[in-house]
């Protein structure tokens, strides 16, 4: 759902960056509360692990494939302000590096792909949550219902966009079906990965998952066919002293194999919003990207020969540069909610 630049007119386009930086601006304050020692390199490695499986189209229908948006994956296990600037520090890599999705579009995309998908998917979740039993499957059930919602919500919210701003003249009506029908297909797809990998987080580490905090339905264990809780731990290591480094380390070497590797075995058919455009025309007026250029455009690495080679390199290093700049941005949000803390700690109340 990558919207390049030409789909939607310039007053909306600066309409939805305004917006766009409001909520990136309103996400660093709330990323404050969100992160601290040990989530804040942990969602620098959620942006590079959706930038990797970004890559991996798979097909929905006849000659249509979809792809992960990632953010309800990022709400869940990190947080849901945190998840806004994951998806967009993933959407600015991908504008910027590969030519994918447009440079005057990156609002349309940030709201769209962001904001939307994150809200819709965390109040869903939450919903879900309290309704459901307390226990750890019920997080992976809610996590599925979330994303499912998240991506026809973001098709629809596109519709909207081109309802006030399209460059073409195609009923809307059409549009919204189009777009509405192939998404739900991909948020199956969506749904599918976004509760695999939060119910692999948490079987592991549940304490480093956002949406799983305060989780307290005791650990079962099946004895002779039946479960039952399993016995507290006298000695347990305090949570705060837990190590995340394997965790991490395995969460980059996924990215790594995925981007690098796995990626050359993507589907190829164009995604839902490039069929859509396609078959209703509303691509008619759409320009070249601004980094057309770019060594890495189209995921590809400029002057290699090796299709294989080329790609593997080009999703190895947009693995490596979302993970570095995505720590970046998270670690200076944690050290400046230290520093506020900080400040209030000292702080002298007036008499």
């Known amino acids: 759902m990558h919207v390049p630049d030409g789909f939607i007119d310039a007053p909306v386009s600066i309409a939805a960056g305004v917006a766009a930086a409001g909520a990136v601006a309103v996400s660093l304050r709330g990323a404050r509360r969100e992160l601290d020692e040990r989530t804040a390199p942990l969602a620098g490695l959620v942006a590079a692990f959706i930038f990797a499986v970004q890559m ?76 459901l039993p307390d226990s750890r499957r019920s997080i992976t059930v809610a996590a599925f219902a979330g994303a499912l919602l998240s991506v026809p919500a973001a098709a629809a919210f596109f519709t909207l966009l081109y309802a006030l701003g399209g460059t073409t003249d195609v009923p809307i009506a059409k549009v919204f079906g189009a777009m509405v029908g192939v998404h739900v297909l991909i948020g199956i797809g969506e749904a599918v990965i976004t509760a695999a990998t939060v119910g692999a987080v948490i079987a ?18 099946r004895v002779g066919g039946e479960l039952v809780d399993a016995p507290a731990a006298s000695a347990a290591v305090p949570v705060a002293a837990r190590s995340t480094k394997p965790v991490w380390i395995t969460g980059l070497v996924a990215a790594l194999a995925l981007a690098g590797i796995v990626s050359f075995y993507a589907s190829s058919s164009p995604d839902g919003l490039e069929k859509v455009a396609a078959d209703k025309g509303i691509d008619q007026k759409v320009t070249e990207h601004a980094a057309a250029d770019s060594p890495l455009a189209d995921y590809s690495v400029k002057d290699v020969s090796d299709a294989r080679l080329s790609g593997g390199l080009a999703g190895v290093i947009g693995v490596g540069a979302t993970v570095l700049v995505g720590t970046g941005v998270f670690w200076t949000v944690r050290r400046r909610r230290a520093a506020d803390l900080t400040a209030a700690s000292t702080s002298v109340p007036a008499a």
């Open 204 to 221: 592991v580490r549940p304490d480093l998952v956002h949406g799983a905090r305060g989780l307290s339905a005791p650990l079962k264990l």
């Open 56 to 131: 991996l189209n798979f097909p929905v229908a006849a000659g249509t494939s979809g792809h992960l948006l990632g953010g309800a994956l990022a709400a869940i296990l990190v947080g849901p302000y945190t998840g806004v600037l994951c998806v967009s520090v993933v959407l600015l890599m991908q504008g910027l590096l590969f030519a994918d999705g447009g440079l005057t579009a990156l609002g349309v995309n940030i709201v769209t792909m962001g904001v939307v998908t994150v809200v819709v998917a965390y109040a869903v979740f939450r919903a879900l949550v309290k309704l």
